[in-house]
């Protein structure tokens, strides 16, 4: 190709991507702004608290894992870095929720990055939640049975 | 209500403006970069070792940029051409195991074993992508 081609090319797509970042990113930063002034993160996590006994973790665990896969990472670490703080869970509890956030966080925001420049949609969020769950699942079960491979334990 | 609305515009609009930072000259630069004949050479070499998780050698430097940045990465990808089936794989490779460093000061700072956590990331976001690229 010669250069003009090329250059005209990159102008294109450079344009391309910022247009589609600003049509997802600005949406969603507004509806994460009105969903935290009015709190409905704290009343969803409530109805999440029985799912967490199958992570072996308390209900109130519920609340840090929905704001850091649904929030957006800078939130969601903000709530991290205030649990740690005010030490609402124990160690082990608090690894064990890093450690599914670490897999699986802002699962709406970076997923849609990805799927503005082309990947799907539904194999990316289901994926991404189905393995997150799995691994963290079978983690929990070879740390029952071997407590000195225990991933969460102290190390 | 229309606070929130004027809020978070304000704060997207902050965050786009963050992201131009990266997007735009990484691809900007690839657009131009994968013209090269060294370009070629080295995802040539590269191949291989994608192929095990079903991407072109090119990928390489996505999957790597993502290490550092993911948002590097989201910008090298149009320039790049991949497939739906390869922006799936590298979307999930990358979105399990990116911006390691500065997650990784994350996990410091909460006094977590950030070392074994990021090394099980990289591991797992392997798996998948081989994972991904047998179901897709």
Redesign the interface.
Known sequence: ?DVPT??M???Y??V???GL??AI??????????L??RKILDKISNRFSHAMKWFDLPGKAAFPILAGMFMGVVYG?GV??KQ?KEKMLSDRD??IV??IL???HSLIE??L??V?????FL??FG??IL?AVL?IKILLIVGKKMPKLD?FGK? | ?K???K???K???K??LD??KI??PV??AF??LK?TVIFKQITYFLSPYMGFVGLPGSAAFTVLLGFFS??AA??S???LG???KE??I???I???AHTLII?GG??K?????YI??TA??IL?AFF?GA??NFL?
């Open positions: 190709m090329v250059l090319e990159a102008i797509q450079t391309k991507v910022m970042v600003f990113v600005i949406p969603l930063t507004t509806i994460f702004e009105i935290k002034r670490s991290l870095y740690k608090f690894t890093c450690t670490l897999m699986c970076d997923t990055l990805f503005a420049v082309g990947a799907s194999w990316i994926f991404r393995f691994f991933f190390s | 209500m606070e929130g609305i809020v978070g515009i704060e997207g609009f965050f786009c992201l131009a997007i735009v691809t900007f657009a131009i013209e993911l948002y989201v910008g990808i149009l320039p991949l497939t739906v922006t799936t590298v979307a999930m990358l979105l399990t997650e994350v996990l700072q909460l006094k977590l074993n074994k956590l099980f990331r797992m998948i994972i991904i897709m």
